[in-house]
């Protein structure tokens, strides 16, 4: 069962664009939402993380947006670059798991120059 | 600071061997898990550990083993390797509530 339902699959934008990628969750109890990059080869790094008790977080370029009642929360990366190019992976946990995270199934961003 | 370290980076296994992938954190974490990552799957929790002596299954644990005798490592046994074991592992730690710090993953093909 896929707890964390993560979108597009693959995004291509140009260089100084937005890019979004949206996550859908299905249990109420998780309460702590992280992005993570990865780029080829590399384990996933912590990118931005947010908790439910607050409806965005930005750090830089980047910036969650956390819909509670809905069971959604967003990533957006503004003023796109090359080097974003990588997979997101979106993930959910609960307070008492620590490490137990439910990942979603990934998006392979692309940025053009 | 070494972070997660993973050993070994690659390897080649035949069918029914066994093996252990290693996996080390030097940050104190009480929190350690195993992932296996698969092309459009995301990473999926194999199992894990909320402190030394204390492990759990999780969403696909069937061929692994583990245990937890320290803090710091954390290994995954491979019991009689299997083609469908063929992924890229990912070991992970973090303390209680926080953010899991990864290391760089073992790719694992079983011929």
């Known amino acids: 069962q896929q707890q964390v339902k993560q979108s597009p699959q693959s995004l291509i934008v140009q260089k100084g664009g937005i890019s979004i990628i949206n996550c859908a969750y299905e249990?109420?109890?998780?309460?702590?939402f992280p992005w993570y990059q990865q780029f080829p080869g590399k384990g996933p790094a912590l990118l931005i993380a947010?908790?439910?008790?607050?409806s965005e977080k930005k750090e830089g370029r980047f910036t969650i947006s956390f819909n509670k009642s809905a069971k959604q929360f967003s990533l957006h990366i503004m003023d796109s670059q090359p080097g974003d190019s990588a997979t997101y992976f979106c993930?959910?946990?609960?307070?008492?798991?620590?490490?137990?995270?439910?990942f979603g199934e990934g998006t392979q961003l692309t940025v053009n120059p | 600071n070494a972070g997660v370290t993973q050993t070994p980076k690659f390897q080649v296994l035949k069918t029914g061997q066994s093996m252990t992938l290693q996996c080390a954190q030097d940050?104190?974490?009480?929190?350690m898990s195993w992932y296996r990552q698969d092309q459009g799957m995301g990473l999926r929790l194999i199992h894990y550990?909320?402190?030394?002596?204390?492990?759990d299954q999780g969403e696909v644990p069937n061929g692994y083993n583990v245990s937890r005798s320290t803090t710091e490592d954390f290994p995954l046994r491979l019991l009689s390797a299997a083609p469908s074991q063929t992924s890229v592992y990912f070991c992970?730690?973090?303390?209680?509530?926080?953010?899991?710090?990864f290391g760089q993953g073992t790719r694992l093909t079983v011929v």
């Open positions: 249990n109420t109890a998780f309460d702590y």
């Open positions: 947010i908790r439910p008790d607050v």
């Open positions: 550990s909320v402190g030394a002596g204390i492990t």
């Open positions: 992970a730690s973090s303390y209680f509530g926080e953010a899991a710090f």
């Open positions: 940050m104190n974490h009480e929190y």
């Open positions: 993930a959910a946990s609960t307070e008492t798991s620590g490490s137990r995270l439910t």
